[in-house]
């Protein structure tokens, strides 16, 4: 499913029917708050979506890693590594993981545009060297 918004409203978007069978997922969306990427990764583990499926959101305003690595831990999940702007999150699925890259505008990027946050299922045996596989796909 690929789902193309300017801000997402995961509320919104669960209530579709039709989301609980979708297994692969792709949302390009200009605004997602840091808790909105939080509850679709927590949908995502809870109805175990492929690999790969991502979000992939511009915020104007910089949300910096330690942004993120608060509000993982108030959702109970474990960072499992972090490499620069890049967490490693552990969840209660145990074959997957999440991987959330913040890019910012040090890193130069044809395909991203400045302040892109990306958040992606990865499975759980990942390591640190075969995250640009995922990020950049």
């Not at 995502?44 to 511009?58: F, L, Q």
Request: glycine share 6%; with cysteine.
């Amino acid at each position: 499913m690929v789902y193309d918004v300017e801000s997402l409203h995961s509320d919104e978007l669960f209530r579709h029917p039709v989301i609980d069978g979708v297994r692969f997922f792709t949302i390009c969306c200009l605004d997602c708050s840091v808790s909105e990427c939080i509850k679709v990764g927590q949908k995502w583990m809870d109805n175990d979506v492929e690999i790969g499926s991502r979000i992939e959101t511009i915020n104007d305003q910089y949300q910096q890693i330690d942004d993120y690595i608060e509000a993982v831990k108030a959702q109970g999940w474990k960072i499992v590594n972090i490499a620069g702007k890049t967490l490693q999150i552990e969840t209660k699925n145990r074959k997957k993981h999440l991987l959330l890259r913040v890019l910012q505008d040090t890193e130069i990027r044809i395909q991203y545009k400045e302040g892109t946050i990306i958040f992606i299922v990865v499975p759980a045996d990942i390591q640190q060297n075969d995250y640009e596989k995922y990020v950049g796909s």
